[in-house]
């Protein structure tokens, strides 16, 4: 069974910065892309930022130039390092991670969700 467990949330004033983490644990085979989405109040799921393997990296385009998303591989863990936090950026952000995982003799690929960790920025 695969935990990703997130943390870093909370409130900050407009302009702060918060970072995030989530750390995936279980019986992992390998991990391809991890990602962060944002569910805003009243509003549907949506890409922040995403890293692959390779280290490379995606960003929604209201995130570019004040979030940065990375990783460990060797500890199974992505970040985003939020700055400049606007009020907008309030929402639950959730951790993704497409992965493979060990079931017995077999691996099975598949798409895992964090619990979601509340961000809110006062303005």
């Known amino acids: 069974q695969v935990q990703l467990v997130e943390s870093g949330g909370g409130l900050v004033q407009t302009g702060g910065s918060l970072r995030l983490s989530c750390a995936a644990s279980g019986s992992i085979a390998s991990i391809d892309d991890m990602g962060w989405y944002r569910r805003a109040p009243g509003k549907q799921r949506k890409l922040v930022a995403v890293?692959?393997?390779?280290?490379?990296?995606n960003y929604a385009d209201s995130m570019k130039g004040r979030f940065t998303i990375s990783r460990d591989n060797a500890k199974n863990t992505v970040y985003l390092q939020m700055n400049d936090l606007k009020p907008d950026d309030t929402g639950v952000y959730y951790c993704?991670?497409?992965?493979?995982?060990?079931?017995?003799?077999?691996?099975?690929?598949?798409?895992?969700w964090g619990q979601g960790t509340q961000v809110t920025v006062s303005s």
């Open positions: 890293i692959g393997s390779d280290g490379s990296t």
């Open positions: 993704n991670a497409k992965l493979t995982v060990i079931r017995g003799v077999e691996t099975v690929w598949y798409e895992h």
